[in-house]
Nanobody, 120 residues
Framework: QVQLVESGGGLAQSGGSLTLSCTAS????????LGWFRQTPGSEREVLGR???????YYADSVKGRFTVSRDSAKNKVYLQMNSLKPEDTAVYYC??????????????WGQGTQVTISS
């Protein structure tokens, strides 16, 4: 089991920046990657980016160049630095951990979500 707690959401202006953080606890040594998703009402949860244990990254095209995922493994934290924010970035943002189970199983864990609202 892995527990995830996000912080740092809130209100920001268009063109501004905001940083979200997520702290993982529990079975953290089995985490394969940590990342971020977001969701708006009536839409599916959208992957934004993640950092893998080997240091590799993945970013969705919609946020590439504006959002950065970074991981502090010593503190079991993952951050989402968001720059050049747009009103369409308004959503509930979720921290995600992909955890290795057994030889090849993967399990997703989620934080409770934090609201980000961007004003125009």
């Amino acid at each position: 089991q892995v527990q995830l707690v996000e912080s740092g959401g809130g209100l920001a202006q268009s063109g501004g920046s905001l940083t979200l953080s997520c702290t993982a606890s529990g079975n953290t040594f089995s985490i394969d990657s940590l990342g971020w998703f977001r969701q708006t009402p009536g839409s599916e949860r959208e992957v934004l980016g993640r950092e893998y244990t080997d240091g590799g990254h993945y970013y969705a095209d919609s946020v590439k160049g504006r959002f950065t995922v970074s991981r502090d493994s010593a503190k079991n934290k993952v951050y989402l630095q968001m720059n050049s924010l747009k009103p369409e970035d308004t959503a509930v943002y979720y921290c995600n951990a992909v955890v290795l189970v057994g030889d090849s199983g993967l399990v997703n864990y989620w934080g409770q979500g934090t609201q980000v609202t961007i004003s125009s």
